[in-house]
T-cell receptor, first 115, second 114 residues
Framework: DTAVSQTPKYLVTQMGNDKSIKCEQN?????MYWYKQDSKKFLKIMFS???????INETVPNRFSPKSPDKAHLNLHINSLELGDSAVYFC??????????????FGNGTRLTVT | AQSVSQHNHHVILSEAASLELGCNYS??????LFWYVQYPGQHLQLLLK??????LVKGIKGFEAEFIKSKFSFNLRKPSVQWSDTAEYFC????????????FGKGTRLHILP
């Protein structure tokens, strides 16, 4: 009955490969996010979708492409992986926008290691 | 753009000591404020939040935080820490009248000695 679930938990791959991370939430939330946490634990927002519509797109390389088939799912596809992409990627969801007083619920993270 | 500063990068305390972790944000408008905790190997969990009303908010596990608007601060406190409080603590802000982003500070690593 995990609220926000991500797969895989660990992902080890070589430079140049293409990989995807999946996220699903069963909370009935309208908004989903991807955050990147670097080796120094710094969390930075990448994308946000509200009801399948992209609402936040930070300055992320276009090798990163989010896809939201429905409001319960937000997947992250990464093309041509680079060493600097190694990080922990967290999916999160909120009932509405944070502007409407709705905190984030996080998944357990996907640790991506690019060799 | 709004930003969040957490001045203490690494804090080491003994059990039963009192805790205060500093958080300052830079935004002059209306804000929502959050503290999240990340236990070793786990995901982030909400500790407490401030949206409006009483500037002293109480969260889970005995934590509280005080919003001082004039100081742009939202410091986290706990009167007596436990070994199980060892974790990374993140302050976060949302500029309510600006956009939907929640911006996180760089975190404070808290280590409690048994």
């Amino acid at each position: 009955d995990t609220a926000v679930s991500q797969t895989p938990k660990y992902l080890v791959t070589q430079m140049g490969n293409d990989k995807s991370i999946k996220c699903e939430q069963n909370l009935g939330h309208d908004t989903m996010y991807w955050y990147k946490q670097d080796s120094k634990k710094f969390l930075k927002i990448m994308f946000s979708y509200n009801n399948k519509e992209l609402i936040i797109n930070e300055t992320v390389p276009n090798r990163f492409s989010p896809k939201s088939p429905d409001k319960a799912h937000l997947n992250l596809h990464i093309n041509s992986l680079e060493l600097g992409d190694s990080a922990v990627y967290f999916c999160a969801s909120s009932l509405g926008s944070p502007a409407y007083n709705s905190p984030l619920h996080f998944g357990n993270g996907t640790r991506l290691t690019v060799t | 753009a709004q930003s969040v500063s957490q001045h203490n990068h690494h804090v080491i305390l003994s059990e039963a000591a009192s805790l205060e972790l500093g958080c300052n944000y830079s935004y002059g408008g209306t804000v929502n404020l959050f503290w999240y905790v990340q236990y070793p190997g786990q995901h982030l969990q909400l500790l407490l939040k401030y949206f409006s009303g009483d500037p002293l908010v109480k969260g889970i596990k005995g934590f509280e935080a005080e919003f001082i608007k004039s100081k742009f601060s939202f410091n986290l406190r706990k009167p007596s820490v436990q070994w199980s409080d060892t974790a990374e603590y993140f302050c976060a802000v949302n500029a309510r009248d600006r956009d939907d982003k929640i911006i996180f500070g760089k975190g404070t690593r808290l280590h409690i000695l048994p």
